[in-house]
């Protein structure tokens, strides 16, 4: 695993619901296995990984019917509740629409998650994890970031024909955003359409600082902390 051989690379553990078709009963623990592997593997006991995901909904591609989708987010949502990782959310829409059944189901299973962790005293509770190149509307960013979760933003932000997602994103608070780059798709303006790597991640910062009337220095700082805290590198 490329985490355990460098120091600044971590890792997250989950079936994407576009892979969700060959689930079983014992993927679940397939994944807990993975995880406890990682623990004894570590020369210092830290394990390097730090979520569950990526996971989510996807009811654009539909390679899964959509309960089946619903039943296996819910089951790894259970497990990263368990072991205490934050959930890395995948969230697309039909015709890639804003808003539609697939926000408005994924809103209802993770309202019912983060429910279920405050009553248990879970301490994902304060830091539930982030919903992944977020593509969403208004209503759906305020829902998701009221009950704690952050909003990732990648290149298309840059994109010029993409006012509707710079005028959300000028609007959140630097506090609940995470820079994201969703390689090897989405590379930021001026390399749309090369393939992305994290060295592009400042071009997204430097656009959010745009937006937002800061300076590069400060989107780095605080988003950069703001990782830090979800995960707790």
């Given at each position: 695993?490329?985490?355990?051989?460098?120091?600044?690379?971590?890792?997250?553990?989950?079936?994407?619901?576009?892979?969700?078709?060959?689930?079983?009963?014992?993927?679940?623990?397939?994944?807990?296995?993975?995880?406890?592997?990682?623990?004894?593997?570590?020369?210092?006991?830290?394990?390097?990984?730090?979520?569950?995901?990526?996971?989510?909904?996807d009811y654009y591609w539909e390679a899964a019917p959509r309960?089946?989708?619903?039943?296996?987010?819910?089951?790894?949502?259970?497990?990263?509740?368990?072991?205490?990782?934050?959930?890395?959310?995948?969230?697309?829409?039909?015709?890639?629409?804003?808003?539609?059944?697939?926000?408005?189901?994924?809103?209802?299973?993770?309202?019912?998650?983060?429910?279920?962790?405050?009553?248990?005293?879970?301490?994902?509770?304060?830091?539930?994890?982030?919903?992944?190149?977020?593509?969403?509307?208004?209503?759906?960013?305020?829902?998701?970031?009221?009950?704690?979760?952050?909003?990732?933003?990648?290149?298309?932000?840059?994109?010029?024909?993409?006012?509707?997602?710079?005028?959300?994103?000028?609007?959140?608070?630097?506090?609940?955003?995470?820079?994201?780059?969703?390689?090897?798709?989405?590379?930021?303006?001026?390399?749309?359409?090369?393939?992305?790597?994290?060295?592009?991640?400042?071009?997204?910062?430097?656009?959010?600082?745009?937006?937002?009337?800061?300076?590069?220095?400060?989107?780095?700082?605080?988003?950069?902390?703001?990782?830090?805290?979800?995960?707790?590198?």
């Amino acid at each position: 695993m490329l985490a355990e051989r460098h120091q600044m690379v971590f890792s997250a553990i989950g079936v994407q619901p576009n892979n969700a078709l060959p689930w079983d009963d014992r993927s679940i623990d397939v994944l807990k296995e993975l995880y406890v592997s990682a623990s004894k593997s570590s020369p210092d006991g830290r394990n390097k990984i730090v979520a569950v995901g990526e996971i989510g909904l996807d009811y654009y591609w539909e390679a899964a019917p959509r309960e089946q989708q619903r039943s296996i987010l819910r089951d790894q949502m259970m497990l990263a509740a368990d072991l205490g990782l934050q959930v890395i959310l995948h969230m697309r829409e039909k015709k890639d629409a804003e808003f539609g059944d697939c926000a408005s189901d994924l809103l209802e299973i993770i309202t019912d998650w983060t429910r279920d962790l405050k009553a248990t005293a879970n301490r994902l509770a304060r830091h539930p994890g982030v919903i992944h190149s977020f593509s969403g509307n208004h209503v759906t960013a305020e829902k998701a970031i009221e009950i704690g979760f952050l909003i990732g933003v990648t290149g298309p932000v840059t994109y010029s024909n993409n006012r509707k997602r710079q005028e959300l994103i000028a609007g959140i608070p630097l506090e609940r955003i995470l820079l994201e780059t969703d390689a090897p798709f989405l590379s930021p303006h001026p390399k749309r359409g090369q393939r992305n790597e994290p060295a592009n991640i400042p071009l997204v910062a430097a656009k959010i600082a745009e937006l937002q009337g800061k300076t590069l220095a400060e989107v780095a700082d605080l988003t950069s902390a703001n990782a830090k805290n979800l995960f707790s590198w």
